[in-house]
């Protein structure tokens, strides 16, 4: 067994330890590898390993490995999308997780209309109050997930955050719970059933999945530590 299997076998394990833990079903979390600065070489063997849900920051990056990368899988963008490449991004991404407010989810939506095809997308909130992070306010998220809810274009699917960097568990237990909570009164609001979470990365992935995520980002577990 390789070192990306083997890390990918530990991962799930501690996957459904978290689950258990909470109560939760067994297939309640995807596992979202992130490769990012890795080659398309990586990402073929994750996805030998089983992993199909293939994460990447940038768009250029993104696109290079989705020419190279012949093997099916389902491309998630989780970094920020500027409005000039959201074309590029329109229809390849199974999952746009980054949305961080309603210029960027307009030209999305008008995008996916002229392709006839609605874009899946999450609305980031940046439940940290770190000033380094992309997303919404906590507090302005009703007004934009409103907007979200109204563009034909759109699947809207949930909401995103990143946890606080270097923060203790209590915090970071706050900052997954607020996502959650927040999800629970905009699915109220909007009437959409908007039933994923995406919160948790390498260091905190089991908090978050205690904490109702339906989506973890995991990059240095799966791939090793990156150069």
Request: charged share 30%.
């Amino acid at each position: 067994m390789d070192a990306i299997a083997r890390n990918l076998a530990a991962a799930r394990a501690r996957i459904a330890s978290a689950l258990s833990r909470a109560g939760r079903p067994a297939d309640a979390v995807t596992l979202v590898a992130v490769t990012k600065t890795f080659p398309a070489g990586v990402v073929r063997e994750v996805i030998r390993a089983g992993i199909t849900d293939i994460g990447e920051n940038r768009v250029q990056e993104l696109l290079a490995k989705a020419e190279e990368v012949r093997e099916p899988c389902r491309w998630h963008l989780i970094g920020p999308l500027q409005r000039n490449k959201a074309r590029k991004v329109v229809g390849l991404a199974h999952l746009i997780h980054a949305i961080d407010g309603v210029a960027i989810a307009q030209a999305v939506d008008r995008i996916a209309r002229e392709r006839g095809l609605r874009a899946a997308v999450l609305l980031e909130v940046n439940t940290s109050g770190e000033a380094t992070k992309h997303g919404v306010e906590p507090g302005d998220a009703p007004r934009v997930a409103d907007e979200l809810a109204a563009l034909p274009g759109l699947d809207f699917r949930g909401l995103m955050t990143i946890g606080p960097m270097g923060a203790d568990e209590r915090r970071t237990r706050e900052c997954f719970r607020g996502l959650a909570t927040l999800a629970a009164g905009l699915r109220e609001r909007t009437g959409l059933p908007l039933p994923e979470l995406s919160m948790g990365m390498s260091d905190d992935f089991e908090m978050a999945i205690e904490e109702g995520a339906t989506i973890v980002r995991l990059g240095r577990v799966i791939t090793g530590e990156r150069d």
